[in-house]
């Protein structure tokens, strides 16, 4: 399975953007695909996920109410509109695959395939 992210790129804050990821390869037996982000100086953190064939979407207490994920199953793709943008939200984001059923979806080590990550950077 591979994982291809785009769509980060500078924005003022209060401002809009929207990520994307593709998987290509094996992705019949996705469970689950997500977002992860990592700071400059920080560990990888949590943001959002989506269960695949469910739509259940979870996400951090940090983005919940800004952020939304979304899938297509069609494309095999999710995305993740990200609106009222703050700095504190300046992090390489990764989107990561599932491929089995997993308990705990915020932890980044249940997720068997990364994204090579996009860079946002939020300007004050």
């Known amino acids: 399975v591979q994982l291809q992210a785009s769509g980060g790129g500078l924005v003022q804050a209060g401002g809009s953007l929207r990520l994307s990821c593709v998987a290509s390869?094996?992705?019949?037996?996705?469970?689950?695909m997500g977002w992860f982000r990592q700071a400059p100086g920080k560990e990888r953190e949590f943001v959002a996920t989506?269960?695949?064939?469910?739509?259940?979407?979870y996400y951090a207490d940090s983005v919940k109410d800004r952020f939304t994920i979304s899938r297509d199953n069609a494309k095999n793709t999710i995305y993740l509109q990200m609106n009222s943008l703050n700095p504190e939200d300046t992090a390489l984001y990764y989107c990561?695959?599932?491929?089995?059923?997993?308990?705990?979806?915020?932890?980044?080590?249940?997720?068997?395939?990364w994204g090579q990550g996009t860079l946002v950077t939020v300007s004050s």
């Open positions: 990561a695959l599932a491929s089995k059923w997993v308990a705990q979806l915020r932890l980044s080590g249940e997720y068997d395939y």
């Open positions: 390869g094996r992705t019949f037996t996705t469970y689950a």
């Open positions: 989506i269960r695949w064939n469910a739509g259940t979407t």
